[in-house]
């Protein structure tokens, strides 16, 4: 099992262009997160996905999109990127059974926007 | 969610238990205690989870005290590997926290050689 995976691991943006970053999970479990973590601080919650066809904002989604494309798939798009979205973007899953949700995250992607 | 306390930083030598304490006072009847680790420039690890009874993984154990107030994590043989910020969480499963899971400080574990 790869577990979760993230693809691109490293980016560097001009400030105005897109991207997505793309998320995929190999452990067939229902939910789905995007979170960001900035220097020396904790992760925020972007956006998470509760089931495949269901999508929700967090604590921090404004300049963000996102689409449950499967049960194995979740992406997160930058229409407009910002210096204010320079950070390192994680995303998770979990199985989200017996109503506890312990979470498994992938190993990053590291953005920069200039 | 409860708030959580833990202490900024701790040692361990290689191969001896570590033990990581977490203050949890105001925990309610529905929450669990989760703990997570991140190691330098890595994603979260999931670790352990409990609500009431003592757990253990093949990571670690999760001891929880009677009143539930408190618990410590204990990595039985730590290794070098093990250097990393351990964050103690207490969320009620599903509901509105749903999701939302909440990084303090966290506890910088030196594991030495």
């Known amino acids: 099992n790869a577990g979760v995976t993230q693809t691109p691991k490293f980016q560097v943006l001009k400030t105005g262009q897109s991207m997505t970053l793309q998320c995929a999970q190999d452990?067939?479990?229902?939910?789905m997160y995007w979170y960001r973590q900035d220097p020396g601080m904790g992760l925020r919650l972007i956006y998470y996905s509760a089931s495949e066809g269901t999508t929700d904002k967090g604590e921090v989604p404004n300049g963000y999109n996102v689409s449950r494309l499967n049960k194995r798939e979740f992406s997160l798009r930058l229409e407009s990127a910002a210096p204010s979205q320079t950070s390192v973007y994680f995303c998770a899953s979990s199985p989200r059974t017996g109503g506890t949700d312990e979470q498994y995250f992938g190993p990053g992607t590291r953005l920069t926007v200039t | 969610d409860a708030k959580t306390t833990q202490p900024p930083s701790m040692d361990c030598a290689e191969g001896r238990a570590a033990n990581l304490p977490c203050n949890h006072s105001?925990?309610?009847?529905?929450?669990?205690v989760y703990w997570y680790r991140q190691i330098h420039s890595q994603g979260p690890q999931y670790i352990i989870h409990g609500l009431k009874n003592n757990e253990t993984n093949e990571m670690a154990s999760l001891i929880i005290t009677e009143d539930r107030k408190s618990s410590t994590l204990i990595l039985p043989h730590a290794t070098l590997r093990d250097t990393a910020v351990y964050y103690c969480?207490?969320?009620?499963?599903?509901?509105?926290?749903?999701?939302?899971?909440?990084f303090g400080q966290g506890t910088i574990l030196t594991v030495h050689p």
């Open positions: 452990m067939n479990h229902n939910s």
């Open positions: 969480i207490v969320r009620s499963a599903g509901g509105t926290s749903y999701g939302k899971l909440t």
């Open positions: 105001t925990i309610s009847g529905n929450e669990y």
